[in-house]
């Protein structure tokens, strides 16, 4: 009998628990399109200066509008890097016509090769 009173008052609590209040009863937000669209617009250019960034600090190479605010020309330039391991890399950096194999390390760097190159003529950088 007393499971049977149980099951009976827990039948007749299940509906008033499910009732909640009606949705949709707050007041309106006033919120102009314009404010909306400015703060997209802010998120937009915060997205962009992010992902320029973050190009950067990878190594990336910048757009081609922000390429004539770099110097016009730099005698060191690094050709290719590598990582071999989780602290060591290898570069290959060239200065003027002097090819230079790196190996950067926690514990120092090494010059692995050291060759001249011939100059490239028409090269465009």
């Known amino acids: 009998m007393s499971r049977l009173r149980s099951l009976a008052l827990f039948v007749a609590a299940v509906p008033g628990a499910a009732e909640a209040q009606r949705l949709g009863t707050a007041p309106p937000a006033d919120v102009s399109l314009v404010r909306v669209f400015l703060a997209l617009l ?10 320029f960034l973050i190009r950067q600090r990878m190594g990336g190479r910048p757009p081609a509008l922000l390429m004539r605010l770099r110097a016009p020309s730099s005698r060191i330039r690094l050709v290719e ?45």
């Open 42 to 51: 802010v998120c937009l250019i915060v997205a962009v200066l992010a992902l």
């Open 81 to 125: 890097s590598r990582r071999i391991g989780m602290q060591a890399e290898l570069c290959i950096a060239r200065c003027d016509d002097e090819e230079y194999l790196l190996l950067l390390a926690p514990s120092g760097s090494v010059m692995l090769r050291h060759e001249t190159v011939p100059a490239a003529g028409g090269e465009d950088e």
